[in-house]
């Protein structure tokens, strides 16, 4: 199915990615071997010690060497950077709850979203998509609320990042004014901007419409202080749909080309259910069709990689899992990309904290949207799973382990 993206591979040939790190066959060297004579040669070992038992946040402090042991423990990521706290509508998880989850899950960091979509507070709706013709849209109730749980709760073990996602993309002249409410009430709290949507088909029949694309040149001034604080924006924008699979692309790239000194991360690697000509259970086309058509979108993401350095893309919400990384040959393109990019992601599970949903789904979408980084290699596995690259874009002082590695 030939179209447009085909004319955006990049100049280099396609690489394919290397399924397995030379990880594999590594030996953890104790910690008492600091050196040794063999053959009369002098080998130097590096000390490591793996790191016993459940990981804490000591394990993230600048200086502490032990190691973590790929072989010993399951690939899931520390890091949730992609975490909606307060649902569409309707009760959330109680937040103590919710953090329970986090503990028991694993996870040790946390990106708090509010929502970018949120239903009014008299509809019965717990789901924007059941129903239709109700406007869900962006507020400041779900960072102030964020804020709240925060500062009230017990978060002893954790370490959380609050975000702002009440920013209106429609309505740029507002944002300025809502980030001085957030300031002047929580100074200094939030270090990250997002989930904002500029273009979400799935809300197109709850009041959002893409951004029009002139009107992303007003961001400036918010975008300029965004800069200034060194806060990085998230931004949900589909890529397009099965008629037209780069109908939005343009948005995107006026605001790379407008803004290439923000840090920007494009969400769930610009795919969504509405653009499921990759989704390898797509009707009406051949393995190899939907094969060649991840090709192109891999070559496309390369391509604005390395054309945008302050770009990262977030690998969250397990229907990505679902739908492309859980046929092995699409995954493995990715994981190349991953592998040869390894700064450029970062991890989240894209749960979204209703109430009624148990400990067991949330373990599950970080399971699922963990899977992929189970096949990466080891400095994309310290950089995304482990937290390296979130710590730096959020500011935060943590640093990832080192990974235990073999003698050489
Ligand atoms: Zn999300």
Redesign the pocket.
């Known amino acids: 199915m030939p179209h447009v993206l085909k004319s955006l591979l990049p100049r280099r040939a396609w690489l394919p990615g290397s399924l397995q790190a030379p990880w594999a066959a590594s030996l953890v060297v104790a910690a008492a071997a600091v050196g040794c004579l063999a053959g009369g040669r002098a080998l130097a070992f590096v000390a490591q010690t793996p790191i016993q038992g459940p990981l804490s946040l000591a394990n993230f402090v600048k200086g502490s060497s032990d190691c973590y042991d790929r072989q010993t423990r399951l690939p899931l990521a520390v890091v949730d950077t ?1 975490l ?1 706290v307060r649902p569409f509508g309707g009760r959330p998880i109680p937040f103590p709850d919710l953090l329970n989850y986090l503990r028991q899950s694993g996870v040790l960091f946390a990106n708090l ?1 509010g929502i ?1 979509q949120r239903l009014p507070v008299n509809s019965p709706c717990t789901y924007y998509l059941d129903c239709p013709g109700v406007s869900a849209d962006p507020s400041l109730k779900s960072d102030f609320s964020n804020a709240e749980n925060s500062l009230d709760v017990d978060t002893s073990g954790l370490k959380l990042v609050l975000s702002m996602t009440f920013p209106d993309l429609a309505k740029p002249a507002e944002v300025l004014p809502q980030m001085a409410i957030l300031d002047k009430e929580y100074p200094g709290l939030f270090r990250w901007m997002g ?1 904002v949507n500029l273009a979400k088909q799935a809300l197109y029949n709850n009041g959002h419409q893409a951004v029009p694309i002139e009107r992303i040149a007003a961001w400036k001034p918010f975008m300029a202080e965004l800069q200034r604080r060194n806060i990085p924006i998230a931004i ?1 924008s589909d890529l397009g749909n099965d008629k037209d699979p780069l109908k939005y692309l343009p948005l995107m790239e006026r605001v790379l080309n407008l803004y290439p000194n923000n840090r920007i991360v494009w ?1 769930h690697l610009g795919l969504s259910k509405e653009l499921a000509e990759i989704d390898w259970q797509h009707l009406g086309q051949s393995k190899q069709e939907s094969i060649s058509e991840v090709r192109h979108h891999v070559a496309l993401l390369e391509t604005l990689l390395r054309r945008y350095p302050n770009l990262s893309f977030d690998l ?2 397990r229907v990505i899992d679902d739908q492309v990384f859980s046929d092995p040959v699409k995954r493995d393109l990715y994981v190349g990309l991953i592998n040869r990019w390894p700064r450029r992601f970062i991890p989240g599970t ?1 749960f ?1 904290a209703a109430a009624g949903k148990g400990e067991g789904v949330y373990r599950d979408e970080l399971a699922v949207t963990s899977a992929i980084l189970g096949r990466v290699n080891d400095e994309a596995f310290r950089r995304i799973a482990l937290g390296q690259n979130f710590f730096e874009l959020a500011g935060l002082e943590a640093v990832a382990p080192p990974l235990c590695r073999a003698a050489r």
């Open positions: 992609h909606h979203y970018g989930e949900h969400m969250s919400w894209d979204v």
